[in-house]
């Protein structure tokens, strides 16, 4: 297992264009989180599931964005008509809770994206 | 006010120094606290993590937590240029009863350069 995997590592769209980027935990983590990371911040929550369930959302996820888990392996997280602002680095992380513990988030190397 | 205040530095020291990083936090529901570097355009990768007051040590790096001040440090001895990164204080909610999982919140970062 080599850690929590995203692709694409860099994406470059035009304002407007839709963009889907993917994330695929660590085996048997049950919980993935979305997080978003602009230059010189940390990492801010967007949403994460536990599953394919999407148990939180951020005010930060704007209905433009949409995540998804459907089978509760791999994640994407969709952003429709992308607008300068979106530019950022989107981290992606897991962990797994069993009973009332959780091990701590394992993060991606992340996808940065730049809207032009 | 952020919940999670951090000096975004630049930190520069001579290799070999002690290096000191701090955190300040105003809500009272964080119990799980973390240190993460991170590389440039790279995703962050988790050094320490504790759940208590007091002192958490693993070879050069000592996390300290003081519940009762909010307030929370990473030192690091014997510092080294490998050591040049961002460091990103994590906070959690533990969320046991509510199942609310360890959702992150970061602090801004702080840039530590260490020069030989």
């Known amino acids: 297992d080599t850690g929590v995997s995203q692709d694409p590592r860099h994406k470059i769209t035009k304002r407007g264009q839709n963009v889907t980027f993917r994330c695929d935990p660590i085996?048997?983590?049950?919980?993935l989180y979305w997080y978003r990371q602009t230059l010189g911040q940390g990492p801010e929550f967007l949403t994460y599931f536990q599953n394919e369930a999407q148990l939180e959302k951020s005010r930060l996820l704007s209905d433009r964005f949409s995540a998804e888990r459907p089978k509760g392996s791999f994640s994407t997280l969709e952003i429709q008509r992308t607008e300068q602002g979106d530019s950022a680095m989107y981290l992606c992380?897991?962990?797994?809770?069993?009973?009332?513990?959780?091990?701590?988030?394992?993060f991606g190397q992340g996808t940065r994206l730049t809207v032009v | 006010q952020k919940e999670v205040e951090q000096d975004p530095g630049p930190l520069s020291v001579p290799e070999g120094a002690i290096v000191s990083l701090n955190c300040t936090y105003s809500?009272?529901?964080?119990?799980?606290f973390m240190w993460y570097r991170q590389y440039s355009r790279k995703g962050p990768e988790l050094l320490m993590y504790?759940?208590?007051?007091g002192n958490k040590e693993d070879g050069r790096f000592t996390a300290q937590v003081d519940k009762s001040s909010k307030y929370i440090s990473l030192f690091i001895r014997d510092s080294q240029p490998s050591d040049s990164a961002t460091y990103l204080c994590a906070m959690s909610e533990w969320g046991i009863l509510t199942g609310g999982g360890n959702k992150l919140t970061f602090g801004t970062g702080t840039q530590l350069k260490v020069e030989l």
């Open positions: 085996s048997e983590h049950n919980r």
């Open positions: 809500n009272s529901a964080f119990q799980y």
């Open positions: 992380a897991s962990s797994h809770r069993q009973g009332v513990r959780n091990t701590e988030a394992f």
């Open positions: 504790t759940y208590s007051s």
